[in-house]
């Protein structure tokens, strides 16, 4: 549930929305501003907020390519499409990125997210979550190349999506 869009913001409002602890710190929030920029935070940039930057529901497919196991959804990297996202356009980039791969690598233990378009390793997001599973932005090796955008996370050794197939939600916070 995103915060009011207008009225009086308390700090109470923010840690239920956003989580948190004592004592609350404005530095901690100011990832989910929606306007404003810089070290001063006024509460009314948090008007509208949410906790959840956003949601893609994945319809997970798999696929072996060159004996390489890939799960979730792929449209770049093994020339096939495996699996579905609701939407495709991540909110967490301004202007709203495409996310063309979000999988695991069963050989090489690797989770990956891949969106379209060249973009610096910022703080607009801290966590992915698959199916229950945190993946977190400063745990990933962050690359980029022909225009896109990668986040690889190694070691990896379960199935982020529970099985090969079905829907699961992903959310970026």
């Known amino acids: 549930m995103a915060l009011q869009s207008s009225g009086a913001i308390s700090f109470a409002n923010l840690q239920t929305e956003f989580g948190g602890s004592h004592p609350i710190t ?12 810089g070290n001063t935070i006024s509460m ?7 906790g959840t930057l956003d949601t893609q529901t994945v319809a997970v497919g798999s696929v072996t390519w060159n004996t390489l196991a ?3 959804r792929i449209n770049n990297g093994v020339g096939v499409d495996i699996g579905s996202i ?5 909110n967490v980039k301004d ?6 791969a979000l999988y695991k690598l069963t ?3 690797t989770f990956a997210l891949t969106i379209d378009g060249t973009y610096t390793n910022s703080s607009d997001w801290t966590t992915m979550t698959v199916n229950g599973n945190d993946y977190a932005r400063t745990s990933a090796t962050h690359t980029t190349g022909n225009g896109q955008t990668n986040w690889y996370w190694y070691s990896v050794t379960i199935n982020p999506f529970g099985a090969t197939s ?4 992903v959310t970026w916070t």
């Open 107 to 109: 050989n090489y233990h």
């Open 26 to 37: 404005m530095g901690e929030y100011s990832a989910y501003r929606v306007s404003g920029s």
């Open 166 to 169: 079905g829907d699961v939600d």
């Open 44 to 50: 009314n940039q948090f008007y509208g907020a949410a």
């Open 95 to 100: 202007p709203e990125a495409t996310i063309l």
């Open 86 to 90: 609701s939407d495709g356009s991540w």
């Open 70 to 72: 890939y799960i979730g």
